[in-house]
């Protein structure tokens, strides 16, 4: 039987900078406008699981028109803090780092 091979999961070494800043600033800037964009399409998708959950059946101006209770909009709230800790996370090491 062949020895099972485990791979590191975390990489090692330097980070390579391949950027000046104004592009790191830039691809930042791209990175965070993607980011707005998945939190929007998560909450559209929830959307969509709670109108099904409760009908069984939608259409367009039900997903529309669907305005979030308190407790869902906090539940979307803390989503979107976690999604962008786990996005700025590596900044934020950085700047611990320093």
């Given at each position: 039987m062949a020895k099972k091979?485990?791979?590191?999961?975390?990489a090692k070494g330097k980070n390579l900078i391949?950027?000046?800043?104004?592009?790191?600033?830039?691809?930042?800037?791209?990175?965070?406008?993607?980011?707005?964009e998945i939190?929007?399409?998560?909450?559209?998708?929830?959307?969509?699981?709670?109108?099904?959950?409760?009908?069984g059946q939608i259409n367009i101006d039900?997903?529309?028109?669907f305005e979030p209770d308190n407790e869902l909009?906090?539940?979307r709230s803390e989503r979107r803090?976690?999604?962008?800790k786990r996005v700025l996370l590596p900044i934020e090491k950085a700047l611990d780092s320093k």
């Amino acid at each position: 039987m062949a020895k099972k091979i485990t791979l590191p999961r975390v990489a090692k070494g330097k980070n390579l900078i391949y950027l000046d800043d104004n592009s790191v600033d830039n691809i930042l800037a791209m990175v965070m406008t993607l980011t707005q964009e998945i939190s929007v399409l998560t909450d559209r998708l929830d959307t969509i699981e709670n109108l099904m959950a409760k009908k069984g059946q939608i259409n367009i101006d039900d997903i529309n028109s669907f305005e979030p209770d308190n407790e869902l909009q906090e539940k979307r709230s803390e989503r979107r803090k976690i999604l962008l800790k786990r996005v700025l996370l590596p900044i934020e090491k950085a700047l611990d780092s320093k």
